[in-house]
Nanobody
Framework: QVQFVESGGGLVQAGGSLRLSCAAS????????MGWYRQVPGSQRELVAR???????NYADSVKGRFTISRDNAKNTAYLQMNSLAPEDTAVYYC???????WGQGTQVTVSS
């Protein structure tokens, strides 16, 4: 059973940047596709970026060109570099395998206008 620990969230002004990290507890991380998701209250969790075990990436249209997903298999860690942040990016951000395993606590990102 894998555990994910997300970190790096915080409060940032519009136009700013944050880098999120996701540490996975299992070494099987390197064989798994990974995704970053976000969720606002009252809405479904949204997949915003994914990276395959072979480092192929894909992004939701809403973040394309602003967010970059990456991974370090030696550290069992995935990252989400978020640039040009906007208030609509405010959400709790989670990482998970694809297909999904258990969810972590997430990390709150708040973008002020």
């Amino acid at each position: 059973q894998v555990q994910f620990v997300e970190s790096g969230g915080g409060l940032v002004q519009a136009g700013g940047s944050l880098r999120l990290s996701c540490a996975a507890s299992r070494s099987t991380f390197r064989f798994k596709d990974m995704g970053w998701y976000r969720q606002v209250p009252g809405s479904q969790r949204e997949l915003v970026a994914r990276i395959s075990y072979g480092n192929l990436t894909n992004y939701a249209d809403s973040v394309k060109g602003r967010f970059t997903i990456s991974r370090d298999n030696a550290k069992n860690t995935a990252y989400l570099q978020m640039n040009s942040l906007a208030p609509e990016d405010t959400a709790v951000y989670y990482c998970n395998y694809l297909p999904n395993s258990d969810w972590g606590q997430g990390t709150q990102v708040t973008v002020s206008s």
